[in-house]
């Protein structure tokens, strides 16, 4: 049993990687994506819209398999299955992650960026200090479900070989003829998004002091 | 007397429709003009285009001896970025939705702009701004978040924000017509105080009595042309146009 632990844990460790490297590129990704559809200017908008179809159209898994195995096909050549579905999950959630911050910037009342404007803020000054604060606070929400799938999500990193948390129970399974890992790595699971979804109570309540 | 501010034959088309067909008028220093007419007839698009927030199609404008476009083979051309700016730093504008920050205190809804805009120092910007609530008798307010102010102290709040950048001249787009009665009184005594510190000042408004009483000129405007101007008085008392007669009679119905 200890044994077994010790190897999740390890698994768990693959996971965390997974999740955190694909906030760290996809969150602010997402913004980039997002400005792409709220552009004026059409051929932009209308290739963000497209990615973003495909994105949210097609399931994940197939996605990283097609990250994986497309370039060797393409172009004969192959990569580190890590790697490769690092960029599967950060193409694919910073599609997500451009919707909700889309929702969000949307959603700020014409005014706050009038008002800006008439009081001289430059254009960076007004999103990152009156903008942004308010995107925010309003999107948390959203962004915190996305968050909490992802960390599900990452189970999927095993399809192109990437031993994760689940694909390690999976094999524990079968090993120990067994189903007791699997809802082990339940527990993991459910302890890794008890923590994100706590830290996302935190931040609402830290953002709550105005309304 | 010296003039703040001179516009000159403004044009402005939202696609196919007209919305200011030819509007020109002056406001000398320390004085205030105010704006009547029906919704849609341009008035609000007018202080937009002096505040910056829209371009115009064509015309002149003029603020203290500046100017921030000019009529140029029947299209207005502009100076670039930084006169823009410069000139739009002698320019303040009051919002009927007051659109205060809702996320800063009052005090930082006033200081933020001289600070980041002005580069004035923290404790100058706040003494400033402590200076204007005391003014607007809203100084136990400082340390409030918006939501937490009724619409008429929000009100105040976004004039000594205006104010805190010490504007030559300060426009008010509708200031009280999201206001109940009671409030609206608080709005116009401020506005008031500020005609009597001659400052210069630009109002767009429903308040006829107002109007009438703190204005040194008065516009009547409507479909995207000035129908009627002249002396306060006059326009409202005895006004020529029909037009005018008519609008100012429906408010006295009301």
Same mark, same amino acid.
């Given at each position: 049993?200890?044994?077994?632990?010790?190897?999740?844990?390890?698994?768990?460790?693959?996971?965390?990687?997974?999740?955190?490297?694909?906030?760290?590129?996809?969150?602010?990704?997402?913004?980039?994506?997002?400005?792409?559809?709220?552009?004026?200017?059409?051929?932009?908008?209308?290739?963000?819209?497209?990615?973003?179809?495909?994105?949210?159209?097609?399931?994940?898994?197939?996605? &990283?398999?097609?990250?994986?195995?497309?370039?060797? %096909?393409?172009?004969?050549?192959?990569?580190?299955?890590?790697?490769?579905?690092?960029?599967?999950?950060?193409?694919?959630?910073? *599609?997500?992650? *451009?919707?909700? %911050?889309?929702?969000?910037?949307?959603?700020?009342?014409?005014?706050?960026?009038?008002?800006?404007?008439?009081?001289?803020?430059?254009?960076? %000054?007004?999103?990152?200090?009156?903008?942004?604060?308010?995107?925010?606070?309003?999107?948390?929400?959203?962004?915190?479900?996305?968050?909490?799938? &992802?960390?599900?999500?990452?189970?999927?990193?095993?399809?192109?070989?990437?031993?994760? &948390?689940?694909?390690?129970?999976?094999? *524990?399974?079968?090993?120990?003829?067994?189903?007791?890992?699997?809802?082990? *790595?339940?527990?993991?699971?459910?302890?890794?998004?008890?923590?994100?979804?706590?830290?996302?109570?935190?931040?609402?309540?830290? &953002?709550?002091? %105005?309304? | 007397?010296?003039?703040?501010?001179?516009?000159?034959?403004?044009?402005?088309?939202?696609?196919?429709?007209? /919305?200011?067909?030819?509007?020109?008028?002056?406001?000398?220093?320390?004085?205030?003009?105010?704006?009547?007419?029906?919704?849609?007839?341009?008035?609000?698009?007018?202080?937009? !285009?002096?505040?910056?927030?829209?371009?115009?199609?064509?015309?002149?404008?003029?603020?203290?001896?500046?100017?921030?476009?000019?009529?140029?083979?029947?299209?207005?051309?502009?100076?670039?970025?930084?006169?823009?700016?410069?000139?739009?730093?002698?320019?303040?504008?009051?919002?009927?939705?007051?659109?205060?920050?809702?996320?800063?205190?009052?005090?930082?809804?006033?200081?933020?702009?001289?600070?980041?805009?002005?580069?004035?120092?923290?404790?100058?910007?706040?003494?400033?701004?402590?200076?204007?609530?005391?003014?607007?008798?809203? @100084?136990?307010?400082?340390?409030?978040?918006?939501?937490?102010?009724?619409?008429?102290?929000?009100?105040?709040?976004?004039?000594?924000?205006?104010?805190?950048?010490?504007?030559?001249?300060?426009?008010?787009?509708?200031?009280?017509?999201?206001?109940?009665? @009671?409030?609206?009184?608080? /709005?116009?005594?401020? /506005?008031?105080?500020?005609?009597?510190?001659?400052?210069?000042?630009?109002?767009?408004?429903?308040?006829?009595?107002?109007?009438?009483?703190?204005?040194?000129?008065? !516009?009547?405007?409507?479909?995207?042309?000035?129908?009627?101007?002249?002396?306060?008085?006059?326009?409202?008392?005895?006004?020529?146009?029909?037009?005018?007669?008519?609008?100012?009679?429906?408010?006295?119905?009301?």
């Amino acid at each position: 049993m200890q044994g077994l632990i010790l190897q999740m844990l390890e698994g768990t460790i693959v996971s965390l990687k997974v999740f955190f490297l694909t906030l760290l590129f996809s969150l602010p990704l997402g913004f980039v994506v997002a400005k792409g559809k709220m552009t004026r200017i059409k051929p932009i908008r209308w290739l963000t819209d497209f990615y973003i179809q495909i994105m949210r159209g097609t399931p994940l898994i197939l996605q &990283l398999i097609f990250f994986y195995f497309a370039p060797f %096909y393409l172009f004969g050549v192959s990569y580190d299955r890590f790697t490769a579905c690092i960029v599967a999950f950060v193409v694919n959630y910073s *599609a997500y992650f *451009a919707e909700i %911050y889309r929702s969000g910037l949307q959603s700020i009342d014409r005014g706050q960026h009038e008002a800006a404007k008439v009081l001289g803020f430059s254009k960076a %000054y007004t999103f990152f200090v009156i903008i942004l604060p308010q995107v925010i606070k309003r999107i948390l929400p959203a962004l915190g479900n996305e968050v909490i799938t &992802l960390v599900k999500d990452t189970a999927l990193a095993q399809t192109i070989g990437v031993a994760e &948390l689940f694909r390690v129970a999976q094999t *524990a399974s079968s090993r120990e003829f067994s189903t007791v890992p699997i809802f082990v *790595a339940g527990v993991f699971y459910f302890i890794m998004n008890y923590i994100v979804s706590r830290l996302f109570t935190l931040a609402e309540k830290k &953002l709550g002091y %105005y309304r | 007397m010296e003039t703040m501010l001179r516009l000159k034959g403004l044009k402005k088309n939202f696609g196919e429709n007209a /919305i200011l067909r030819d509007i020109s008028f002056t406001i000398e220093k320390g004085n205030v003009l105010s704006i009547i007419g029906p919704s849609g007839s341009g008035k609000s698009t007018t202080l937009r !285009i002096i505040t910056q927030l829209e371009k115009a199609d064509d015309g002149t404008l003029e603020i203290g001896g500046r100017t921030l476009f000019r009529s140029y083979d029947g299209k207005s051309v502009y100076p670039g970025i930084k006169e823009e700016r410069e000139i739009g730093l002698m320019t303040g504008l009051v919002f009927q939705s007051f659109n205060l920050f809702p996320h800063f205190t009052v005090l930082r809804n006033i200081t933020e702009a001289q600070r980041a805009v002005l580069r004035r120092g923290k404790d100058e910007a706040e003494y400033k701004a402590m200076e204007l609530l005391k003014k607007m008798g809203l @100084e136990d307010k400082a340390k409030s978040y918006p939501y937490q102010l009724s619409g008429g102290q929000q009100q105040r709040v976004s004039i000594a924000r205006a104010l805190a950048l010490d504007p030559a001249i300060l426009f008010f787009d509708e200031p009280t017509s999201a206001l109940d009665p @009671e409030l609206t009184r608080e /709005i116009l005594k401020v /506005i008031r105080s500020l005609a009597e510190e001659r400052m210069t000042m630009a109002v767009v408004t429903h308040e006829m009595n107002f109007a009438r009483a703190i204005s040194d000129y008065a !516009i009547f405007m409507d479909g995207g042309v000035i129908v009627e101007e002249g002396k306060p008085d006059e326009l409202f008392l005895n006004p020529q146009m029909q037009r005018t007669r008519d609008f100012i009679a429906s408010f006295d119905e009301a």
